[in-house]
C-alpha cells in the first residue's frame, strides 16, 4: 500500500499534496514524489509550495499522511491546493498572478 504525504497549516485550514516519501537506506526520508520526474522540476508543484509557505506564515505546518481519522477529518474541513476537486483550487489557479 503507497502512502501520501501532505502538508497541513491548521490554522488557516488548508493543505497540499507533496507526494510519496522516498526514503533513504536508514529509512529517513530524502524527498517526495508527486510523479515522474523530480517534484522540484514541476514549475506549478513549486511556486504552490512557496505561495502555500507565504499564504500560511502566520501559522504552523505538519506532515500528514494519508490514512486514519486524522487524514479524514483534515479532507472534510479544510481546503486542498493543488487539486481540481469540488471545493479544491488546482495548481494553475492558486499561483494565477502571483508574483513570488
Same mark, same amino acid.
Given at each position: 500500500?503507497?502512502?501520501?504525504?501532505?502538508?497541513?497549516?491548521?490554522?488557516?485550514?488548508?493543505?497540499?499534496? $507533496?507526494? +510519496?516519501?522516498?526514503? %533513504?537506506?536508514? &529509512?529517513?526520508?530524502? *524527498?517526495?514524489?508527486?510523479?515522474? #520526474?523530480?517534484?522540484?522540476?514541476?514549475?506549478?508543484?513549486?511556486?504552490? $509550495?512557496? +505561495?502555500?509557505?507565504? %499564504?500560511?506564515? &502566520?501559522?504552523?505546518? *505538519?506532515?500528514?499522511?494519508?490514512? #486514519?481519522?486524522?487524514?479524514?477529518?483534515?479532507?472534510?474541513?479544510?481546503?486542498?491546493?493543488?487539486?481540481?476537486?469540488?471545493?479544491?483550487?488546482?495548481?494553475?489557479?492558486?499561483?494565477?498572478?502571483?508574483?513570488?
Amino acid at each position: 500500500m503507497s502512502v501520501y504525504a501532505y502538508l497541513v497549516c491548521d490554522k488557516n485550514k488548508r493543505f497540499m499534496y $507533496l507526494g +510519496k516519501p522516498v526514503r %533513504d537506506e536508514d &529509512d529517513s526520508i530524502n *524527498r517526495f514524489s508527486a510523479g515522474p #520526474g523530480s517534484n522540484s522540476a514541476n514549475v506549478e508543484l513549486t511556486k504552490s $509550495l512557496w +505561495k502555500f509557505l507565504a %499564504d500560511n506564515a &502566520d501559522g504552523t505546518f *505538519r506532515v500528514v499522511y494519508d490514512h #486514519g481519522r486524522e487524514f479524514d477529518m483534515i479532507t472534510e474541513n479544510y481546503v486542498e491546493i493543488g487539486n481540481d476537486a469540488i471545493g479544491a483550487i488546482d495548481f494553475p489557479d492558486y499561483i494565477r498572478d502571483w508574483h513570488g
